[in-house]
């Protein structure tokens, strides 16, 4: 008899998996068990179809062509940073070294009172030393003068060799700029300038006379003493000691910013003064609203974090303290660099701005392409790339914005940079101190001037680019030594009247309509061997507009037309005494 009982059947494996915790079989029909959807991760490396992408958040971007928005996504992907992002920490090359300053303090004053009076008493003898050196220069130079009669002594401001004019000044036939024009009380006649070059600072020479001149006296002992360099030397030997000697990240970074900025204002730098109490005073107006810059810079703009927990006392002092003391000293370090202001006014007339300019951009983009992968790597990149879009947004606003230009100064350039520095590396370190340093020698030396100025203002005493009188051909009588020139009408309602400079001091000035306004004779005195420069202007007013440049009256009676084009000089009366100084500017 045959058996008709039927053999259960064996179960597949995919079955067998999805049997119940308590061990009751799944039929076979049953449905299988798993998610209710599938979940789409942008972020997944492995390959998707492209419908399944088009459902995801980029399916109201349809538009854009595929490809670009793959390498978007690439790119978003990468901006955000690695999953574990790793917090830049200053690894200490010899420890036992660079963290011995601070186990010598802990060992013999172990107590935090006791360090805070040794601070304290530290920093009293500081100031004490700082104001001694001072007031010891300042009783030197206060001398009796040695001088008699109509000599008198003068002191020139520090590094008055820096100096120089930063646009063109025009002697005779010759115009000069971005070279030294120290210019002081003018008393006597002299001609035949001779050219010569003493303590560094090569003087011009003119081959003419001029009513009102200077001479030195050899022989003359100066007891006045130069103490810029031993203030220097007190700072930087205290700044360095409390560098070494402090762990604290705010008790470092405040102390290291006002004993610079002090250094810079009172000694290194210091703005035009009269007495040094004016100086003071000065000084210290600009002092209170850059201690709330210095409190913005270490809390919320990455001094802080830079700083923090940093214990490579060595490495800090050279890359930080020594960065930023190369920033404050802009006058002396950056001397070098033919960049006087940045201006596009500057960089087309200094000889080898543009050049300059472009080595620092290169230097600038380097620095920020590795910036930016240290921020990647931190997980930051994003936030900060939205703060530099707002500022780059806002200079944009104020480039757009009519009849005024926007000038970087030193401290918007400390500004706009210190949030990239906000990391625990050597390159932050550097670039940090050095972005201080420029915005302690801004302040102290030139204050909060305003990023956005007129033209007016930026121009200074440069050309005008004015309208230049048309002057006929002279004549000149050799037997009465004289020459008279003529000119047209004037040329429009904006000129009035007419300039005329003869050696660079204004000789006549004539109003159109007015009786003999159309000429001007000049008589030379009999037996004079020398040449002489004429320059002529319109006059809007009172004022005088761009000058010609000189046309020559020579030794021989004959006459050199002037060459096309304005010469930049300011016209002297004779009952004009002045004293032009122009400091030199890196921004």
């Known amino acids: ?129 700082f104001s001694i050196v001072m007031w010891r220069g300042q009783a030197a130079s206060e001398v009796e003068s040695p001088f008699n009669g109509s000599s008198f002594a003068f002191r020139c401001s520090s590094n008055c060799a820096s100096y120089r004019v930063l646009n063109p000044r025009a002697i005779g036939a010759q115009e000069i700029n971005y070279r030294p024009l120290v210019v002081v009380s003018l008393v006597g006649e002299h001609q035949n300038y001779i050219s010569s070059n003493r303590n560094g600072i090569e003087s011009i020479g003119f081959d003419s006379y001029f009513p009102l001149s200077i001479t030195f006296q050899p022989g003359i002992e100066c007891k006045a003493r130069d103490v810029r360099w031993s203030l220097l030397a007190v700072s930087v030997v205290f700044t360095t000691v409390l560098s070494l000697f402090t762990a604290s990240s705010s008790v470092f970074f405040f102390t290291i910013f006002i004993g610079i900025f002090w250094q810079v204002g009172m000694a290194s730098d210091p703005p035009n003064y009269s007495t040094i109490s004016g100086l003071f005073s000065d000084i210290l107006g600009k002092f209170l609203p850059a201690m709330f810059c210095a409190w913005v810079f270490y809390d919320k703009m990455g001094v802080r974090r830079t700083l923090k927990g940093l214990t490579a006392q060595v490495e800090k002092t050279f890359w930080w303290l020594g960065g930023c003391w ?14 006087q202001r940045l201006t596009g006014h500057d960089l087309d007339q200094q000889p080898g701005a543009k050049a300059a300019l472009a080595i620092i951009i290169i230097i600038l983009f380097c620095v920020v392409v590795l910036q930016v992968w240290c921020f990647r790597q931190e997980g930051r990149l994003v936030r900060y790339l939205k703060l530099y879009a707002i500022f780059i947004l806002g200079i944009i606003i104020c480039l757009a914005l009519p009849n005024l230009s926007l000038r970087i100064h030193h401290y918007i350039l400390a500004l706009l940079l210190l949030p990239g520095t906000s990391m625990q590396t050597r390159l932050s370190l550097i670039c940090q101190g050095i972005l201080i340093g420029f915005f302690i020698n801004g302040i102290a030396r030139w204050g909060f001037d305003p990023f956005l100025q007129t033209s007016v203002a930026l121009q200074g005493d440069a050309q005008l680019g004015s309208a230049l009188p048309v ?42 309509g007015d009786e003999g306004s159309d000429h001007f004779e000049w008589n030379r005195d009999n037996g004079s061997d020398v040449n002489e420069y004429f320059r002529f202007a319109y006059m809007s007013g009172p004022n005088s507009n761009d000058y010609t440049k000189a046309g020559i009256w020579t030794e021989d009676l004959d006459w050199v037309d002037a060459e096309p084009g304005p010469s930049k000089i300011k016209g002297r009366g004779l009952n004009r005494e002045e004293t032009e100084q122009v400091p030199r500017a890196v921004w």
């Open 1 to 129: 008899m045959s058996n008709n009982q039927l053999e259960p059947r064996p179960v597949s494996p995919d079955i067998e998996q999805q049997r119940q915790p308590n061990g009751h079989p799944v039929h076979p029909d049953d449905p299988l068990s798993g998610p209710a959807h599938l979940d789409f991760n942008e972020d997944d490396d492995s390959p998707t179809p492209r419908f399944m992408e088009e459902q995801g958040p980029w399916k109201h971007w349809r538009w854009v062509p595929y490809p670009v928005r793959k390498y978007v996504k690439v790119g978003i992907k990468w901006v955000k940073g690695p999953q574990n992002p790793k917090t830049w920490k200053l690894q200490t090359y010899f420890p036992v070294v660079q963290e011995a300053p601070l186990r010598l303090l802990d060992k013999y004053l172990p107590n935090k009172t006791h360090q805070i009076m040794l601070y304290m008493v530290y920093v009293a003898i500081w100031i004490i030393t």
């Open 326 to 339: 190369v920033g404050a000293l802009t006058n002396y370090t950056f001397d070098f660099i033919p960049i």
């Open 471 to 512: 002057i006929l051909a002279p004549i000149v009588n050799t037997t009465l030594s004289t020459i008279t020139f003529r000119w047209g009408p004037s040329p429009g309602v904006r000129y009035d009247g007419i300039s005329v400079l003869v050696n660079d001091v204004e000789r006549y000035r004539g109003y159109f």
